[in-house]
């Protein structure tokens, strides 16, 4: 049986994503740090690995994937996990929910977006902060009111964790990180409550993760 690899780092949102699915699906694997705040996911070996330049990267079953919502279907699928609801309505609704995050907030959130924004802007960490809050406090707003069109008993959209609960926390650790304030968001904080509570979430926390200094 192939090993499973996953090239991480600990503060990567999308990395945390796979960390949970790896969790949630019970798969013993090994986190190979790939450090972003070094540059390491430029070098040659890692551009090999993935020529985007990117974590994470997911080596199982033989294969080697990229992006984390297609690894994410890939372990739902191969793994039943049951990350999207059945009816295909409330499916599509489901993934919106998702993507809103990982499709639309967390790549302007990205370390070399808000970095280039930084320079641009002549700036330094408050540069930084002022980027990330401009962006992560609505697309926060935008979730919550997302979430209404489901009951959340008590993860985004039932009673299971599935995608939308896996894209939320690690942007919400992202949001507690730059000092966005989410505590008026009740649908949100319930959900990241449950969550957090969750064995296969708290193994995944970046926490769980940082390098000893
Ligand atoms: N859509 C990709 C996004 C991956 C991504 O943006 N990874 C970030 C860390 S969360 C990264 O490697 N950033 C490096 C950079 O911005 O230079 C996925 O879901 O895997």
Not at 42 to 61: E, F, K, M
Not at 99 to 126: F, K, W
Request: proline fraction near 7%.
């Amino acid at each position: 049986m192939a090993e499973t690899v996953l090239f991480d780092y600990w503060r990567s949102s999308a990395a945390y994503r796979m960390r949970i699915a790896l969790h949630l699906a019970g798969i013993a694997y090994t986190s190979v740090p790939v450090d972003l705040s070094k540059g390491e996911h430029r070098t040659p070996d890692h551009v090999a690995r993935n020529p985007q330049g990117l974590v994470p990267v997911l080596d199982i079953d033989g294969h080697r994937f990229t992006q984390s919502l297609a690894m994410l279907e890939y372990l739902d699928e191969t793994r039943g996990l049951n990350l999207l609801p059945e009816d295909p309505v409330t499916r599509a609704h489901a993934r919106a929910l998702a993507y809103a995050i990982a499709v639309d907030l967390h790549p302007v959130c990205n370390l070399s977006v808000a970095t280039q924004a930084r320079e641009m802007a002549g700036g330094g960490q408050d540069k930084m902060e002022f980027w990330m809050q401009r962006f992560i406090r609505p697309g926060l707003v935008a979730f919550e009111g997302l979430l209404a069109g489901f009951t959340q008993a008590p993860y985004c959209c039932g009673d299971t964790p599935g995608l939308a609960d896996i894209c939320l926390m690690p942007q919400l650790y992202n949001a507690t990180r730059w000092r966005v304030n989410t505590d008026d968001l009740p649908r949100l904080s319930g959900v990241a409550a449950a969550c957090a509570a969750h064995p296969a979430f708290a193994a995944a926390h970046p926490d769980k993760w940082q390098p000893a200094a």
